[in-house]
């Protein structure tokens, strides 16, 4: 994996206010060399209760389609979506609007991003986070089996007016010593609602390298779920980047087991 720039972060540098890296360690979980990844059982119950709620059982690929409106500064656009997910471990998210198009694609530990006319892969920092959040089952999955995978419990919240219950992961790469010092960049804050278990909004911090580099915080917030085949989708799906709001995505069809292949998640 190469430590090139990041298309979509330089692209947002022009009109984001970012959040220093200072900000971010007090924010992020530290990690020991020598502790096992902590998992509290409640935390385990609420992820286990919000896996059961979307499916009795997880299908081997998803393709969703959607529109799509993004705001970026004084400039509005709108386009159409693509989501694609194979298994828990790979993610293609494509945008088409008439500035052109972007992916940001994730398979197995590695990311490249698409943009302007060019590819790069992603730094080892954004790698832990690139793996797209919109269809949340395989993302949770993922962070179930992983056995590096802390899980904590931080209580329960108000979220927009409903009660949610908040825990927070992270990857502590215990069986990976030389990727350790990625944890932090890789905790996600995730919220779920208490009555029906379904995830409300997941949230992380993206920094493009360690130090005094420039950092931002992403929000995902998911309602509309609509049952699909069995399975639970978000079909209403909103993004904010340090608090301002960026991406409205409007689902209109999705479709589960259709053999999506490896093909389409190339990410050299």
């Known amino acids: 994996m190469k430590l090139l720039p990041n298309l979509l972060i330089t692209s947002l540098l022009t009109f984001l206010s970012f959040e220093s890296a200072a900000q971010q360690a007090t ?40 529109t799509v409106t993004i705001v970026e500064g004084s400039s509005t656009q709108n386009g159409t979506i693509q989501i694609l997910t194979r298994g828990t471990a790979q993610t293609a ?30 730094p080892l920092e954004l790698i832990v986070t690139d793996q797209s959040p919109d269809f ?17 419990y931080i209580g329960q919240e108000v979220l927009n007016g409903e009660s949610a219950q908040h825990i927070q992961v992270w990857n502590t790469f215990a069986s990976k010593p030389r990727l350790r010092e990625l944890a932090p960049f890789s905790t996600k804050d995730i919220w779920f609602d208490s ?57 209109q069809s999705v479709s589960f087991n259709t053999g999506i292949t490896d093909a389409q998640f190339q990410v050299e």
């Open 136 to 152: 949340p089952l395989p993302l949770l999955l993922s962070v179930l089996n992983n056995v590096d995978e802390a899980i904590r």
């Open 27 to 66: 924010t992020s979980p530290s990690t020991s060399a020598n502790q096992s990844p902590q998992r509290d059982q409640q935390a385990l119950t609420i992820l286990n209760q919000a896996l059961a709620a979307m499916a009795s059982s997880v299908p081997a690929d998803s393709s969703a389609t959607g």
């Open 195 to 251: 009555a029906s278990g379904l995830p409300l909004k997941i949230a992380y911090i993206r920094q493009a390298g360690q130090g005094a580099v420039a950092s931002f915080r992403v929000e995902v917030f998911f309602s509309n779920y609509n049952n699909v085949g069995g399975v639970l989708y978000p079909f209403q799906i909103n993004k904010s980047y340090n608090g301002t709001p960026w991406e409205t995505i409007a689902i």
């Open 93 to 122: 998210e494509t945008i088409t609007s008439s500035a052109g198009q972007r992916a940001i694609i994730y398979s197995k530990d590695d990311a490249k991003e698409v943009g302007a006319g060019q590819s790069v892969n992603a």
